[in-house]
């Protein structure tokens, strides 16, 4: 089985910073992209930010300047560091990943059960 767990949200003043972490845990043979996702009430799941097996990463034009995306590959872990928030920046926070449980096989996306980012003005 295969877990994504989100953690470090919370409430935060306009202007301030919070990291984010999802921590990927189970049979775990590999893990290729991981991405933050996020929803706001009532709109769809956009794609905050993505990261590579090799570090390249990609941001939505919304955060590119204020976050950033990481990962420590030997944790299986990944972060959004989330600076200069504000309001707009509300949302549920989901993390994802395309994980492989065994060579050979093919890298499946999982998701976490979501964490709530809320900005106050």
């Known amino acids: 089985q295969v877990q994504l767990v989100e953690s470090g949200g919370g409430l935060v003043q306009a202007g301030g910073s919070l990291r984010l972490s999802c921590a990927a845990s189970?049979?775990?043979?590999?893990?290729?992209?991981m991405r933050w996702y996020r929803q706001a009430p009532g709109k769809q799941r956009d794609l905050v930010a993505g990261?590579?097996?090799?570090?390249?990463?990609n941001y939505a034009d919304s955060v590119k300047g204020r976050f950033t995306i990481s990962r420590d590959n030997a944790k299986n872990t990944v972060y959004l560091q989330m600076n200069s928030l504000k309001p707009e920046d509300t949302a549920v926070y989901y993390c994802?990943?395309?994980?492989?449980?065994?060579?050979?096989?093919?890298?499946?996306?999982?998701w976490g059960q979501g964490t709530q980012v809320t900005v106050s003005s």
């Open positions: 990261i590579t097996s090799g570090g390249y990463t």
């Open positions: 189970g049979s775990i043979f590999s893990i290729n992209g």
């Open positions: 994802n990943a395309g994980i492989s449980t065994a060579r050979g096989q093919n890298h499946y996306v999982y």
